[in-house]
């Protein structure tokens, strides 16, 4: 992409510690040179604390029509009991994942110094549109004695197979190409059954990536003992969500993992944001952590066409060396836009 193309970013910088990761990494994208044209969108809790706005399909397109969405956190704090449940993860995040059809959500992890990973890498390829969080099920007899509630689980032959097919590409693009399926196909037989044969078929156009199965409770084993194994991991919406809080930690802390909501065929803007959450229990102290933040803006960049910019800034977050817990959300962001 030339120098002097400028990108249309909106961004949401949400909820607690949310605004102040964003901005952080806002202006360390901008210490590359790269142009951001960015439009703020006033999104989350304290908005619909404020108004009961949560996001509506006009503002939704709106969106759509970016060139790349940038966001921090939503949510309110743990219980807050002002917002039920659901009302902002489902109307605001999942609403922008499914209505732009965001199907991978793709989490690199790369271990820090002193971390259980340390120097290793590997991704978690989440499908991001299905399983457990398509919203399937309901309530009968609510508040009553005889109170059911299900909640199934979503798996479509389309969208197991394109999250397969995006993980099988990325691992591919190893120096080790290997893939390892995350599952519960010893319980979760009509999902496992179909993850495996997708995963078995696809992988045969894939002959160089060495390919291998964990169930999800022996992946948490294997995570935290010997996260070396892993190259891409590719499983469900629900398992790859609690695994990538579990690899987020044990690659340094939940801080610096960063994540790419992804529509690759881009019928809508991708989304970009850390794996963590609003975290309100640090919200206003300067300690939150940026490079979750900045690594998500590195991976926007990398969308967007900034090669160079995108792997500069990876780098200056994958080199850094200073210590983020005394340095804090302003120190971290000083010393990384200085070394760019
Ligand atoms: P959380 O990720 O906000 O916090 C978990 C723990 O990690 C907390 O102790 C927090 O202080 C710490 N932490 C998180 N980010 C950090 C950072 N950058 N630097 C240092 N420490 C950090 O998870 P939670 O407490 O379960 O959720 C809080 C709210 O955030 C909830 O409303 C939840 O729904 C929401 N949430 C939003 C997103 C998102 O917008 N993508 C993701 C996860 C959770
Ligand atoms: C994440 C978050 C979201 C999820 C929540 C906030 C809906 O935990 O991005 O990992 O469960 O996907
Ligand atoms: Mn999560």
């Known amino acids: 992409m030339s120098e002097h193309q400028t990108h249309r970013v909106a961004v949401i910088g949400g909820d607690g510690i949310g605004p102040e990761v964003t901005a952080a990494a806002l202006r360390v994208v901008a210490a590359t040179g790269v142009a951001l044209e960015t439009t703020e969108y006033d999104l989350g ?5 404020r108004d009961g706005f949560v996001l509506d399909d006009a503002t939704l397109e709106e969106l759509r029509g970016h060139d790349a969405i940038l966001l921090g956190a939503v949510g309110p704090a743990i219980g807050d009991t002002r917002i039920p449940g659901g009302v902002l993860e489902r109307g605001l995040l999942l609403k922008m994942r499914f209505g732009l059809d965001l199907y991978i959500n793709y989490r690199p992890f790369h271990g820090v110094a002193g971390s259980l990973a340390a120097g290793t890498s590997f991704a978690i390829v989440r499908e991001n549109t299905e399983g457990p969080y398509a919203g399937e099920g309901g309530t009968l007899r609510y508040n009553t ?7 199934g689980s979503v798996n479509t032959r389309f969208g197991v197979e394109r999250c397969v097919r995006y993980a099988f590409e990325r691992a591919s693009a190893l120096a080790r190409p290997r893939l390892t399926l995350v599952h519960k196909t010893n319980v979760l037989t009509f999902a496992g059954n179909l993850w495996s044969r997708v995963v078995e078929e696809v992988g045969r156009e894939y002959p160089e990536v060495a390919v291998d199965y964990n169930h999800v409770d022996a992946a948490c084993i294997y995570l935290v003992e010997n996260p070396a194994r892993y190259g891409v991991i590719v499983t469900d919406n629900l398992f790859g969500d609690i695994l990538s809080d579990l690899a987020g930690a044990v690659t340094g802390g939940i801080g610096f993992a960063a994540s790419a909501n992804l529509n690759p065929s881009k019928t809508g803007a991708s989304l ?13 102290t300067g300690r939150a952590n940026p490079l979750a933040a900045v690594s998500s803006a590195a991976l926007m960049l990398e969308h967007l066409g900034e090669m160079a910019a995108a792997q500069r800034l990876a780098r ?11 340095l804090g959300t302003a120190g971290v962001t000083a010393q990384l836009i200085e070394r760019l």
Do not use: C, K, N
Not at 145 to 151: G, L, R
Not at 273 to 282: M, N, T
Not at 316 to 326: C, H, L, P, Q
């Open 45 to 49: 809790a304290a908005r619909f604390l």
């Open 145 to 151: 004695a005889h109170e059911v509630a299900t909640q």
């Open 316 to 326: 200056a977050v994958t080199d850094f060396d200073g210590d983020v817990a005394s």
């Open 272 to 284: 970009f944001e850390p794996v963590h959450g609003a975290a309100h229990d640090i919200v206003g």
